[in-house]
Every structure is written in C-alpha cells, then in structure tokens.
C-alpha cells in the first residue's frame, strides 16, 4: 500500500523523534513520573480532578461542570470523529518495554490526552490567569509528552493532539 507524502514525512519525523528520544527513557524517577501521567490523563481525570479541586478551593462549581462538560464534547470530537478518519497504527499496543499503561481502543492519530491536555491549558487560564497559566502548561506538556515517552503515541500525534485540543478549546471559549 503506498503512503500518502504526508504520511512518509510523519514517519521519518516520528523515527528521528524517537531515535533521540530514547536515551531519556533510560531514567527510572522520568519513567515514573511519565507513567503517572500517562495514567492520570485517561480519561482526562488529571484535568477533571483540577477543575474539581480548584473549583471547591473558589466556590466556582459552574466552572467545575462546564470544565468537565466540555472536555466530554472535546473527548467525543476527537476519539469518535478524529481519530476514526486516520486509524493510524500505535508504535505499541501496551507501552515501552517495562513501562505499562492503559491499553488504548482508539487510534493513535492524533493523540487524546494530548488534546485533552490543550484543551485544557486554554480553559484553565482562561478561567484562573495569572501564574496558574504556568502550571496549566507544565502539567499539559507532562502528560502530553508521556504518552510519547511510554511508546503509546508518535511525536507527531502529540503535537497534532495539542494543535486540535487548542483549536477546540479557542471554539468553545465563547461558552465560559
């Protein structure tokens, strides 16, 4: 079967990507913390349990649910519309040798919890500003990266996810 140009170039962007990646997977506090993420980000729990937590600490329960809703619809786009137009292979189907996530029943393209996590990043500092926007990030990239870090995802799901969590998250803006 012959690739599409577009394809050929994600492949060798995803090897060489994965090639320099791999000595970073030799550290056992990194796979600890990546496996963590990886695992708190099924589901978008990482980011439901933020709008919870921050939502009880300011009284905001309108923002908890909207935040919780609207990943939901984020969730649906991505994993019951997106993903089913590429149904790209995963690199593996349980994650790096002695890194164990969550089996995925989606495709790889592009990457849900690294959507969820652009997602989030936009809604969250829309609603907090300030230096929580710092944090929103270092979580975002945390979890995104992990998926890439595990072998559940190629680099460039991950990047495509965030691109398409951010898209998302700029549309329903307008709803907070």
């Not at 394809?7 to 990507?17: E, P």
């Not at 969550?102 to 989030?120: Q, V």
Request: proline fraction near 3%.
């Amino acid at each position: 079967m012959n690739r599409l140009p577009v394809a050929q170039i994600a492949d060798s962007i995803d090897a060489r990507a994965d090639r320099l990646y791999q000595p970073l997977r030799n550290f056992s506090t990194l796979n600890s913390i990546m496996v963590a993420a990886s695992t708190l980000g099924d589901w978008s729990l990482i980011w439901h349990l933020t709008g919870l937590i921050r939502g009880v600490i300011t009284t905001q329960f309108r923002e908890i649910v909207l935040l919780s809703v609207l990943l939901g619809v984020e969730s649906l786009i991505v994993n019951l519309g997106i993903k089913r137009l590429f149904r790209r292979k995963r690199p593996t189907e349980h994650g790096a040798d002695g890194l164990r996530v969550r089996k995925p029943r989606t495709s790889s393209f592009p990457s849900g919890h690294a959507s969820a996590a652009g997602f989030s990043v936009v809604m969250l500092s829309s609603m907090t500003g300030g230096w929580w926007v710092a944090l929103w990030i270092v979580l975002a990239t945390t979890v995104s990266t992990s998926r890439f870090h595990v072998r559940i995802h190629h680099a460039t799901d991950v990047v495509a996810g965030a691109v398409v969590g951010v898209a998302l998250a700029l549309a329903m803006l307008p709803v907070l």
